[in-house]
């Protein structure tokens, strides 16, 4: 392998300044982590991933499952609720803001985080309006789509409150969408 130039020995003014502005960059950032007290480079943010699972199987926490956070009810009949407390297992407390949730909402919900297993936690999930109906085996219609839009909506907007002895997970259950209408593409931030 070639060992670069010196600076005095490029003869192109342009790739000289170039090599300059890289050398001062270089150098300043030297300067600013010497200063911070910085003498190696910080470590590698941890990477949190899902428990795997297989391809037919879902996955859910209990306290989602075991609490009326998902309820049996007809979607016409949704409440809006205002940090009303759950039905829930012992040892864990759920609160819930928001309209009601169904159980056609928690097949949303799982489908997103089913489809997001395979990424690290905070990763960007995308899919298409089409796979992901069909793997609810649902179908694909206006009115289908329009449904998954509602759903997914509910998901961001509600906040639930969930705690366990002394810790909370105060949050949504999916962070943000973003959706293209022309090619029912999705792009979920499950949260």
């Known amino acids: 392998m070639a060992e670069p130039l010196p600076k005095d020995q490029i003869d192109d ?8 502005r890289f050398q001062k960059t270089a150098e300043e950032r030297r300067t600013r982590e010497a200063e911070e007290g910085r003498t190696e480079p ?5 990477i949190i991933q899902l428990p795997l699972w297989p391809e037919p199987v879902g996955g859910a926490p209990n306290s989602f499952l075991r609490s009326a956070l998902f309820a ?3 979607g016409k009949g949704r409440k809006q609720m205002k940090r009303e407390l759950l039905a829930t297992m012992q040892g864990v407390t759920v609160r819930f803001t928001g309209q009601q949730l169904d159980q056609s909402d928690l097949d949303v919900w799982e489908q997103s985080v089913h489809l997001a297993r395979f990424n690290p936690v905070g990763n960007i999930c995308c899919f298409t309006g089409y796979a992901f109906l069909k793997a609810l085996r649902r179908n694909t219609g206006n009115a289908e789509y329009q449904w998954l839009d509602d759903a997914i909506e509910r998901l961001i907007a509600c906040a639930v409150i969930i705690q366990t002895g002394q810790k909370e997970y105060v949050g949504n259950l999916i962070g943000s969408c973003l959706r ?12």
């Open 13 to 20: 003014p342009d790739l000289r300044r170039i090599f300059q």
């Open 180 to 191: 293209d209408k022309a090619t029912r593409r999705y792009r979920l931030a499950p949260d």
């Open 42 to 46: 910080s470590p590698p943010a941890k």
């Open 72 to 74: 049996a009810i007809q």
